[in-house]
């Protein structure tokens, strides 16, 4: 039962910014961890954001010092905060959880994708 919705994403200038969220909802023990992932197109799926399960962070090389990843646990929802944004950042961007709807039994949960697209 559980869902992930994505919003936020749409057309920016090179240096602006987009903050993008993902809200779960349905049948949640808890959250261990949340990421965002992209595809430009041609290109392999690739991991921009995530934290993880012990609350590390991690960022691309590529989007280092420029996005931010967070959550807000009391609605299940994560964000992604792009900030001096590039062309080479249009992609579709997901965001992926890993959640519990029983305590011991994890599954990985998508969004349903939303377009960033950079101007050149």
């Known amino acids: 039962q559980v869902q992930l919705v994505e919003s936020g994403g749409g057309l920016v200038q090179p240096g602006g910014s987009l903050r993008l969220s993902c809200a779960a909802s349905g049948n949640i023990f808890a959250i261990d961890s949340v990421g965002w992932y992209r595809r430009a197109p041609g290109k392999q799926r690739e991991l921009a954001a995530v934290i993880t399960s012990g609350g590390t962070v991690i960022y691309a090389d590529s989007v280092k010092g420029r996005f931010t990843i967070s959550k807000d646990n009391a609605k299940n929802t994560a964000y992604l905060q792009m900030n001096s944004l590039k062309p080479e950042d249009t992609a579709v961007y997901y965001c992926?959880?890993?959640?519990?709807?029983?305590?011991?039994?994890?599954?990985?949960?998508w969004g349903q994708g939303t377009q960033v697209t950079v101007s050149s």
């Open positions: 992926n959880f890993e959640i519990r709807e029983k305590p011991s039994h994890r599954q990985q949960y």
